[in-house]
């Protein structure tokens, strides 16, 4: 099957599929997806089936040409609030490259989430990738690490979210946080990581490598392991500004250990403490007696907010992690709960 004419194109046919969606949907989508993407995250069939959160919403635009999917486009957005979005995987079968094929498909699923009140897509692409210029035609700007962001608003307007003064509340981390989480994570922060454990470190610091995938495994992690974890929720479900999580130690003889980590913007270093205490206090009835943080030694602001709860520095192995070319400190630190 080749496209040679112009009546060859206009038998080109688009379509669109939301979660959740049918089984042979999400499997033809799939087997098309990983039959021809270079690299990526693998989540996105049960995400299209609804099996993350009936508040999470994938959607994918597919071209087919003579009832095959030669390209896919997907989105990921909370459905109680589509502020933020994760867009991926975008993919062209090889025959149907440079035919523009690509850009149009991209530009329906932009569409899509401009009609839907998105106001930030992000989306996880290596900037050696030849798709990089034709996602920086369509708006998206270089963010930082393999992160691309377009914003469908000014970005006063998302500076505001995350800068306001206004109520913060503290709740569950859930699955339809997905995208403001993956939003909080990419964006630049003085904190050096997110999540030690898992090797998620800040964006400005280290990419982001695995963008798209960081927060199922996080949260399946946390799940397996009866973890918690807490966001701190800036006016509205727009914003995540605050993070943190604590996971018993998988043996059932260990269980009364835990390990936290947890991550802020910038603006909102000051309620750490607060964030920190309210998601210890949930770990009281679970019968966790200890609870350890990792911290790079170079990351004098994490020192400070785990010193400020009562960590106590019990381990230092020296020059044990590298950052951006240089080997630094890691520092245990204990929390007797």
């Known amino acids: 099957m080749v496209i040679s004419t112009a009546n060859d194109m206009n038998q ?24 021809n993407f270079e690299y990526g995250d693998y989540n996105f069939r049960s995400a299209l089936l609804g099996k993350f959160s009936p508040a999470l919403k994938a959607i994918y635009y597919l071209e087919k040409y003579e009832n095959s999917i030669i390209a896919a486009a997907g989105a ?10 994760i867009v991926g995987p975008v993919c062209v079968r090889p025959a149907y490259r440079r035919l523009g094929i690509g ?16 106001c930030a897509a992000y989306l996880g692409v290596n900037p050696h990738n030849r798709a990089a210029s034709l996602y920086r035609q369509l708006g998206f700007d270089n963010y930082k690490g393999l992160v691309m962001r ?26 339809h946080h997905w995208p403001a989480l993956m939003a909080l994570f990419a964006c630049p922060a003085k904190l050096y990581t997110a999540d030690f ?45 605050g993070y943190c999580h604590i996971t018993p130690n998988a043996p059932s003889f260990s269980k009364h250990i835990a390990v936290a980590d947890f991550y802020l913007h910038d603006n909102c270093l000051d309620k750490a403490g ?20 990792y911290c790079l030694g170079c990351d004098h602001e994490k020192q400070k907010i785990i010193e400020s709860i009562g960590g106590l520095l019990e381990a230092v192995l020296p020059r044990n992690i590298n950052v951006n070319q240089s080997y630094v400190d890691l520092l245990i630190y204990r929390l007797l709960v």
């Open 274 to 293: 607060l964030l920190l205490k309210s998601t210890i206090e949930k770990t009281k009835n679970c019968g966790i007696e200890k609870i350890y943080f």
């Open 12 to 35: 080109v046919k688009f379509y669109a599929v939301c979660s959740p969606a049918t089984t042979k949907d999400a499997q033809q989508i799939q087997s098309f997806l990983l039959d």
């Open 103 to 118: 850009k149009r498909i991209v530009e329906l699923l932009l569409r899509h989430l401009k009609a839907n009140n998105c």
């Open 197 to 241: 454990s898992n090797n998620i470190f800040s964006s400005r610091y280290f990419p982001i490598e695995k963008f798209a995938p960081v927060f199922s495994s996080l949260m399946t992690n946390i799940q397996k392991n009866q973890g918690l974890a807490n966001v701190l929720i800036s006016n509205t479900e727009d914003v995540i500004t």
């Open 150 to 175: 377009k914003l469908f608003a000014p970005q006063s307007e998302i500076d505001k979210k995350f800068y306001s003064p206004g109520l913060l509340t503290i709740r569950p981390l859930q699955w």
């Open 76 to 85: 990921l957005y909370s459905r109680n609030s589509s502020f933020f979005a």
